[in-house]
């Protein structure tokens, strides 16, 4: 086998204990009749269990190098497909269309720490129909992830998750399982994604509109931090008769509510400009 190197650009740690990816493809939920997208199959070990337990697997892989060595690495492996490219610019419906025969979808993944949020949120907020999406992440990242409303580790991005799926911290896997060694713990979680949303917003953007308000200033009370986000649209004394009237103190702060309270708010947020 050529001798790989390395690449920074693209937050490339690769798993060196074969433990670990047995662990996680036994509690990502997959099944036999169950496919699988892996993002970033690196020299395969997560993508050889992943292999033994689903039907098939479509590993996404953006290092071109590595193209050259996972079939070496895959061998045997015949219900697998590699494709080179990069999963931020993959049209996952068309993917899912082409490879999948109407079968559940299950996502695995090994991301890099620089793009975990933006890989995450685009396969949450794409709502593609997947059944479950298990990925290891940076420790802290998956404790955010987890993390419930009036906990310190709460914030926007938690709340957004929320409406798509409840998620789960499998366990935590040491820095140094990996080559590189990261400067840090990572853990794997697992969103199971909900068929149906818990909450139905009268509008949808309003909802993430009022989420994103309510975190920009974190030690702003929610009636100031909506007051800045629609003030141009809604006077301060009405957004403060809207907060009381679904149940809330005028100083309730935002990391105070879930997913629930934002959508009551969200839809009197909406009659109310509409």
Do not use: W
């Amino acid at each position: 086998m050529t001798e790989f190197k390395k690449k920074k650009q693209y937050g490339q740690n690769f798993l060196t204990s074969s433990a670990i990816p047995k662990r996680i493809a036994a509690e990502s939920g997959i099944t036999s009749e169950d496919c699988v997208i892996e993002i970033g199959p690196g020299f395969g070990i997560l993508t050889r269990e992943l292999s033994a337990i689903a039907h098939k697997v479509v590993a996404i892989e953006i290092d071109t190098e590595l193209m050259d060595i996972l079939p070496e690495k895959l061998s045997g492996c015949e219900n697998v497909k590699v494709i080179n490219a990069d999963i931020l610019k993959t049209d996952v419906n068309e993917l899912i269309k082409n490879e999948f025969e109407g079968r559940n979808v299950c996502v695995c993944a090994n991301l890099p720490y620089y793009i975990t949020t933006d890989i995450v949120m685009k396969l949450l907020e794409g709502e593609y129909g997947f059944k479950t999406i298990t990925v290891m992440v940076q420790k802290e990242v998956a404790e955010r992830f987890c993390s419930k409303a009036g906990t310190a580790g709460y914030g926007a991005i938690t709340a957004s998750i929320s409406y798509y799926a409840s998620v789960k911290r499998l366990f935590t896997v040491k820095a140094g399982s990996f080559d590189p060694k990261p400067n840090v713990d990572s853990a794997v979680i697992r969103f199971d994604v909900y068929e149906k949303p818990p909450v139905a917003p009268a509008n949808k953007d309003i909802l993430f509109s009022v989420i994103k308000a309510a975190f920009l200033q974190r030690r702003k009370t929610l009636l100031n931090s909506l007051n800045s986000f629609f003030g141009s649209s809604l006077s301060k004394e009405l957004l403060s008769s809207i907060i009381i009237g679904c149940g809330y103190s005028e100083t309730v702060r935002g990391e105070e509510l879930d997913i629930k309270g934002f959508c009551k708010i969200a839809d009197e947020i909406y009659k109310a400009i509409n």
